[in-house]
């Protein structure tokens, strides 16, 4: 196995650690299956924008929690 080093944000660093100790499986693990899942899912696979939104549910993503209650007040016409 070839090791490689990485700098990760903070909050991606904590949300490697919860899921690591959710699953019960080391960090390493959970990261070396998060890049996996993240590879072999390519962009042109994905059949729309739907099935691209839920790959990143599977992959421990989340975007702010405030999103749909912002938005009126951040897209104003």
Known sequence: M???QISLPEKLDRQI???AKL???SE???IRD???LGLIKTVSS???SGEALRSLEKLGIQGSA???QKH???YRY
């Open 17 to 19: 650690k919860q899921r």
């Open 2 to 4: 070839i090791q490689k």
């Open 34 to 36: 998060l890049l996996y």
């Open 28 to 30: 390493e693990r959970v």
């Open 46 to 48: 994905w059949r729309n």
């Open 23 to 25: 699953l019960q499986e």
């Open 66 to 68: 405030d999103l749909a």
């Open 72 to 74: 009126d007040d951040d």
